[in-house]
């Protein structure tokens, strides 16, 4: 499978989870406390979960590909307070300009496992994020176990743990680790049948997921808000930006 065909699965991907808005809203409330009011969004795909930052002050969207980032811009062409760029998180020209911005939170959801150099792209999204403080808030999919051909089909170079991300991101002096957990443990079964045993290479229709999302995820979502699970399919890591010391 050549870079074309990488994208097109990908941009597939993304498109069946138009219907998935009780999933996207599940992931957004685990993290809504931290959010502040200048946001920066590092891939924001076609606007799953950007829809629910547009009340932000200010909020920056990036999109490195090319159907997205249009897809992105006439969306919110109307939005005063909303920009989107066609920018990569890896360009350290728009990391120098993105400071200006003093974003006060920096989300990145399903984004670190496209990119192979992971650690550099966590370092320039925490030199996004304000010196006084702010939050960092990554989502991942979780356990290696679960990589199957349609990760690498959609260019995912890995999955995380607890573990693995601790380890990247204790890197660096300046992060204060809130919280690291796992979400979506039916989905944890359900992926590794269907992409582990059964070998399937492509999601789900928009439908098939829309049905889905629509019956069974407001249940399992609450489900899961009384019960620590120790696995899941999706991995969250908060960190929060430690104060710049002041000489006296």
């Not at 991907?13 to 957004?28: D, E, P, Q």
């Amino acid at each position: 499978m050549d870079a074309l065909d990488d994208i097109a699965t990908c941009n597939k991907a993304i498109g069946s989870l138009r219907n998935a808005s009780n999933f996207a809203k599940w992931s957004v409330s685990l993290i809504d406390k931290y959010i502040g009011e200048r946001v920066l969004e590092v891939g924001g795909g076609i606007g799953t979960f950007t829809d629910f930052f547009v009340d932000k002050e200010i909020l920056l969207t990036t999109e490195i590909d090319d159907d997205c980032f249009m897809t992105l811009s006439s969306k919110y062409r109307n939005n005063n307070n909303v920009e989107v760029v066609n920018e990569n998180i890896l360009n350290d020209k728009f990391i120098e300009n993105a400071k200006e911005k003093y974003f006060d939170t920096v989300i990145c959801f399903n984004v670190l496992e496209h990119i192979d150099n992971d650690i550099e792209a966590i370092k320039n999204m925490k030199e996004c994020i304000k010196k006084d403080g702010g939050h960092l808030i990554i989502r991942v999919p979780a356990f290696n176990l679960l990589y199957s051909k349609l990760d690498k089909n959609v260019g995912h170079f890995r999955r995380y743990t607890k573990k693995s991300m601790l380890k990247k991101l204790s890197l660096f002096d300046d992060l204060e680790i809130i919280e690291l957990f796992y979400m979506d443990i039916v989905g944890f079964f359900a992926w590794f049948f269907l992409f582990k045993i059964i070998g399937k290479e492509s999601f789900a229709s928009e439908g098939q997921i829309g049905l889905y999302d629509k019956l069974f995820v407001p249940f399992f979502s609450k489900i899961e808000k009384m019960i620590n699970y120790p696995f899941g399919l999706t991995l969250f890591a908060i960190c929060r930006k430690k104060k710049e010391k002041r000489d006296d």
